[in-house]
C-alpha cells in the first residue's frame, strides 16, 4: 500500500490573508507579527526573471522547513497596496520574520545556502 503525502504548497497572500497571519499595518503603527512561527514573504511578480529563479528554491526550502518556518508568497501586481504599504521597489524582495523582533528585508535573488544560513541566524532552526 502507498502512503501519500500531502504537499505543502507554498501560500500566496492577498492583502486581507496577510493582515490576518502576518501584520495588520492598518491596525497597528508598531510592528506585532501574529504568526506563530518564524516566516520569510517573497514579494515577486511573474514578469520578473530573478523571481523565477527563487521559485524553485523556495519550494525545496518549504519542504525541508516544513513546520519550521512559514514560506509566503505575494504578486506585486495584484497586491499593489501592499508592496507599496512595505515600499518595495525592487523585486525579488525577501521579507525575514522572526518570532520576536523586527523582520529584515533583502533584495535581489538569493541561493538557498544564503537562506539556510539566514534561517539559522535570524530564525535559530
Not at 495588520?24 to 514579494?43: L, M, S, V
Not at 497596496?81 to 535573488?109: H, V
Amino acid at each position: 500500500m502507498q502512503q501519500f503525502k500531502t504537499i505543502k504548497m507554498i501560500e500566496h497572500l492577498t492583502n486581507e490573508s496577510f493582515k490576518e497571519k502576518v501584520f495588520n499595518y492598518e491596525a497597528n503603527k508598531e510592528w506585532k507579527f501574529e504568526g506563530t512561527r518564524p516566516a520569510i514573504i517573497d514579494f515577486y511578480a511573474d514578469w520578473c526573471g530573478p523571481c523565477k529563479m527563487v521559485a524553485p528554491i523556495l519550494e525545496e526550502l518549504s519542504k525541508e522547513y516544513d513546520g519550521k518556518v512559514d514560506i509566503y508568497k505575494v504578486d506585486t501586481e495584484a497586491e499593489r497596496e501592499l508592496a507599496g504599504a512595505f515600499g518595495i521597489q525592487s523585486i525579488p524582495s525577501i521579507l525575514f520574520i522572526p518570532i520576536e523582533g523586527q523582520p529584515q528585508m533583502a533584495m535581489g535573488a538569493l541561493p538557498k545556502e544564503t537562506f539556510k544560513q539566514a534561517f539559522a541566524e535570524v530564525f535559530n532552526v
